[in-house]
């Protein structure tokens, strides 16, 4: 056996005399090369040396400056010199004894060359640095650094492949690979990060004048921080740190020690910046620079291409690293052969078995930690690419014409910003898969046709079969995604609808049934999730499978044309089938990743695609070059392009600065329009518009911003205290403000919902004042307010501070009309008369109806208090006759502030708007618990986890089984018949197969029953939460669980249970085969384990907080983004796009930081992990070759070997804490699982009788009402009686209660105290349902949904045809709605917006005609219409409803003049409450100063 020993060696020196050439054409490539480079460098340096004109002022203020990289590539060229030189020593003395002469002096050259030339680019780089001002590192060396990186990189695999040849590579060779590749990779680092380390320090090289506006600059972004260090720690570490993310080390400690809030989280590096990288982004896509702004150019092909040039720096680390971690995953199953065949020999040279232990384990190493920054490269590029879609996007939206808002809904933007930006950053994972797979399979078929020959042809035609076979299984889910996707925006549309209108909805119970068609829209949506799904799971299947049906084929190719099978090549297969495993089963999520990334890029491109606002419809002169402010000529507009009708027609008009016009007309004249013409907003087919000044607007439905008051009155200007009190006094906002808890500082709820209407439109009128323009723009600005606060409004703002400004205002108030010098009548889309008051006066028809309507109500006024004059006598008994008995005004003011200061005092902690809440601490039990019990009450867990471990179970069986029954060596003949071996490893397989499909059908049924059940009970609870929980909770909340949580559920989570239990069953599986082998391993697995235990436990604590802000920080993106559309019109108004942008590029980097950290510290663990299974990995193949022959079969140790090239835990505990984080989706929607809910809606004891309510007698009995427990009472005690059948009247100016006390009335806020009895019965007592069916209301702001005006006006479906007309006709809308081709199916878009203001308040008036209750309210429901509306409306009313009781808050005096009964209330208590002409006979009462101030504007 010795003689053969010695004639094996003999036969591989024979061997490497013929790989000779080879390695002579090596070595003589890389003297070659490096000899040019020291010639380059020379020539450089002697060329420089002649231009260059030393500044020695600088010699050390650029060491210091670049000592950070200097040094370390100093040190790494002087290192490689001397060790080239001691490899060239060795080389001379003990390299190549056995006559390869000729070898010698070509690797004597090659070293000698190397030594030199590293000690020429070492004096090179001291001269650059220390004898010139050169701030860069030299281009030359860049590229020969990047060319010397894959010049190693080649040699080593190709020294690799002589090796697997039997080739004997001397060990020196193996250590100038390692030093080579290493310092290559360093230098490569240098490379591509030197850029921003240079931009770093040459910043500090600065000149100091800058330092004044950087300082400043500085200021700005001090004040905008959120928390946490100014940059990254990342920013500033080392190589080491960076190498081995020890640079998180302080982060993970400070979240083991508390629970992280986000300024514990540090602020991202500059070029990490939302900015940054949105800069870098809009200069590549090339449709930015066009300068016309027009999105029509973009395309999917050139928004992918500007991602990545965005972020170039990550795809080219990211591609390196997937080339080295590829090339090193087929080393291992390269060297089995070696393996096997070592364990079979007489192992007399030691030195090879370690050899071959070494190169398994620095392949594992290396493939191990270029994973980890791979992936972190990649997670740092899913970020970057998700900035840069929210910012092009949001800057999109501000944009966007009406036209194009109009056919875009608010459920496809939200989808747009969570869904697809998600799924577009997640397809970063799987760029480089695209060429990834090709590489691998044609790698790995390379391999098995070195090891079983042309049997390889036929693993090859196999996988091409699968590979072909994904074309139309891409084109299937492609179908199904995007049919997904679009049910999913349609849900998501009615979603935010409701949400939006919640208000409406429970006022008038129709809460339940948009439930039932958001119910219905999911169950369609379940339907199409349920293909998806499912179609998934068999490709799961198929693919799983693939690599077992390829192994079967292959093997028994080669049984069938009779190639030798030894357990070597079969183990060598094996792992290459088990590589092509993980390709192919990626392959699935590769397409559907693919797919849907197409989906939501096409998606994202057809919204960037929509029509911008054309920036010419207005042109704009230069300031005070005319006297002209606005001009008009031949205008002709229309909102749509297609459509043959004209907006407006014919518009002349021109305006002189300082002009104030009134717009007067009937509803749906085109008032409203005509100011959006002059704004620009509306399309214009003809003519020109001519600006001469800045504008402020006003908008007729007020656009209030989430956040603080003072942020909406200044709007992005700085604060002039003396300016600011002045414009608060004008507004009326001072006593408002007083009344908040918080005064100014008080945060608005979502649109507003924490004020009145007329308080939001006060806002709105503030910010216009503060912002002083030259030209001020008014929809009209006092419908909202009282007569007593619209008096003070118009002679303060109009009169008084915009006494010098241009001013066009629309206004249904004829009182205001006198004092404009010039009036515009509104007819049909034109103007039908234009004048001055007195001059239109005596001409047409339009104008006099308007006026003569408002005539006769003042007329009607004036009789009643001429009657009240005539009987002042009964003055003194007034007390006596008032219903309401109350203390005088003096006593009530005296005691006001006591109780205001009493509640803030008490209330000084909270506003209602509360930051969104977040689970501390780890998930709990309950939660995974709640989700796996949900469907079918966890019947499925144990029939999973069975079928995961048969499958793994037969998958071992199946390799034992081929390992087993062939021999270790070619010429030992097989004591098991081929057709017997292949058909047990068919049956084997097929078993496991079997197990995978049942497991995926199993989980994916599962998975969305559970969804579907989820979602049910959240959105169950959604509506029937009570309406405080919507005034307190910003929608973006709730749209972001119904959407990105929702998503989760539906898909990922399902999914990631599926890869925790393959990891998990498979690391069991792989431990239990190689303890088998080797039991002595438990000593090392026991300890490892632990280890990885406690670094799991050390990170949980802070990933899952990182985890948890991501979630809470996405949706005020989201909230802002959907807020930012709504009120774009006014934002573009005030110029504000810029202001607007960086908040959002703000909020999108609160969201990146915990992103970027969490993702780091995934990394962090893994890289830990990763490490210790290499170690782990290197011991039990120690072992392995230290055991003595004979002892174990090598076909056995092999498969152990073959197993545990996949070996590590970081799989199973990456998995675990990825479903950890997925499983916070359940936590987050179990949160609005558990709402406390409202009342019943049904109360069968207490159900009132079909007649209820008979005579309509409300009373209210000592009523205490306040939004939030944590809010002050807004109604303070009331006491009086509405008598049944009278017409009630409300008044008080803004503020005062009188909304509150309908929402009271239809129970949408609970009495904190006392009672409301209607004919007797406590409301309370009954259910709600019960009590909103019987009542009516025309809210305060007129809402319409979506669809078509018959499911307006009936979306309970209880009403004929001609019941619904007849309602239109009493409320002068049936002729209008006859004009349009629906008739009643006529198209009403998202909120309404195709219908003007007062036409939607008539739809409005419409319901309760249909309706017919015993009890209505009006909330301000004339005030968006015209006085000869208004009085056709109040006639309709009293015509109508003669019997019912009619509660009117309104403030039009005119409006209430035919009641019975009046209420005046002021801060929540009743003043005044008595018949008006009593009322008005004191002349001291509130309601007679309101009602003489009324006539008095107007006669003035």
Sequence with gaps: MDALEELKNDMNILILFSQSSTTILLHSFSASSHLFVSLVLFISWACKKCMMTTLENSKPMLKNAYSMYYWPTLISCIGLSVCDLLIFVLNYFFGYRHGCHDIKIFVLLDFGFRTLTWFVISGYLH???????????????????????????????????????????????????????????????????????????????????????NQSNTDNGQESRVGGDNITPYANADFLSIFTFSWLGPLLALGNKKTLDLEDVPQLDNSDSANMVFSIFRTNLEYDNNGSGNGSKVSTLKLGKALILSTWKEVLWTALFTIICTLASYVGPSLIVAFVQYLNSNRQTKYKGYVIVFIFFLSKLIRCIFERHLFFQLRKMSIRVRVALFAIIYKKGLRLSSQSKQGHTSGENINLMSVDVERTGLFCWYLHNIWRVPVQVVLALMILYNRIGIASLVAFVSTMILLIANVPLGKLQEKFQRELMDSKDRRMKVTSEALRNMRILKLQGWDMKFLAQIIELRNFETRRLKKLLYSSAMISFVYLSAPMFVSTVTFGFCVLIGIPLESGKILSALAIFEILQDTIYNLPNLISTVVQTKVSLNRIVSFLCLDDLHSNIVQTLPRDSDNVAIEIVKGNFSWDFHTPNLTLKDINLQVYHGMKVAICGSVGSGKSTLLSCILGEVPKLSGTIKLNGTKAYVAQSPWIQSGKIVDNILFGKQMDKEKYNMILEACSLKKDLELFAFGDQTIIGERGINLSGGQKQRIQIARALYHDADIYLLDDPFSAVDAHTGTHLFKECLLGILSSKTIIYVTHQVEFLPSADLILVMRDGMIAQVGKYEEIHSLGTDFMKLVGSHKKALAVLNSVEHEANLDNFIASKEDD????????????????????????????????????????????????????????????????????????????????????????????????????????????????????????????????????LFFNKMHLCIFRAPMSFFDSTPSGRILNRASIDQNALDTSIPHQIEELLMSLIGFLGTIAVMSQVKWHMLIVFIPMTVTCVWYQKYYISTARELARLCGVCHAPIIQHFSESILGSTTIRCFDQEEMFMETNLKLVDVFSRPKFYFSSAMEWLCFRMDILASITYAVFLVFLISMPKGVLSPGVAGLAVTLGLGFSMHGVIWDLTVLENKIISVERILQYAYIPSEPSLLEDENKPNHEWPSQGKIDFVDLQVRFAPHLPLVLRGLTCTFPGGLKIGIVGRTGSGKTTLVQALFRILEPVAGQILVDDINISKIGLHNLRSKLSIIPQDPTMFEGTLRSNLDPLEEYTDEQIWEALNKCQLGDEIRKKEGNLDSAVTENGENWSMGQRQLVCLARVLLKKSKVLVLDEATASVDTTTDHLIQQTLLQHFSGSTVITIAHRITSILDIDLVMFLDNGNILEYDSPTKLLEIKTSSFAQLVREYTQRFSS
């Design 127 to 213: 001269i650059q640095f220390s004898h010139s001002s050169e701030q860069r590192l030299p281009i030359l060396l860049r590229i020969w650094w990047i060319f010397y990186f894959l010049m190693s990189c080649s040699y080593l695999v190709i020294h690799i492949g002589l090796y697997c040849k039997h080739s004997s590579i001397p060990f020196l060779l193996w250590v100038s690979d390692g030093i080579s590749v290493i310092v290559g990779l360093f230098f490569c680092y240098l490379v591509l990060f030197g850029k921003g380390a240079e931009e770093e320090h040459v910043h500090l090289l600065e000149p100091l004048l800058k330092s004044s506006s």
């Design 881 to 1012: 006759n008032i219903l309401c008995r109350k203390k005088p005004n003096e006593d009530v003011e005296d005691r006001e502030p006591k109780n205001y200061k009493t509640e803030k005092s008490v209330q000084s902690e909270g506003q209602l708007v509360q930051e969104e809440k977040r689970e501390k601490g780890g998930v709990g039990l309950s939660v995974y618990w709640k989700y796996v019990t949900a469907a079918y009450k966890g019947a499925f867990v144990p029939l999973i986890l069975l079928a995961q471990i048969l499958f793994q179970l037969l998958l071992i069986a199946s390799s034992y089984w081929m390992v087993l029954s062939t021999p270790d060596l070619e010429d030992v003949r097989s004591h098991v018949k081929g057709s017997t071996l292949i058909f047990v490893y068919v049956v084997l397989t097929l078993g496991s197969s079997f197990c995978v499909l049942i497991r995926s059908i199993l989980i994916v049924t599962s998975g969305y029953k559970t969804a579907t």
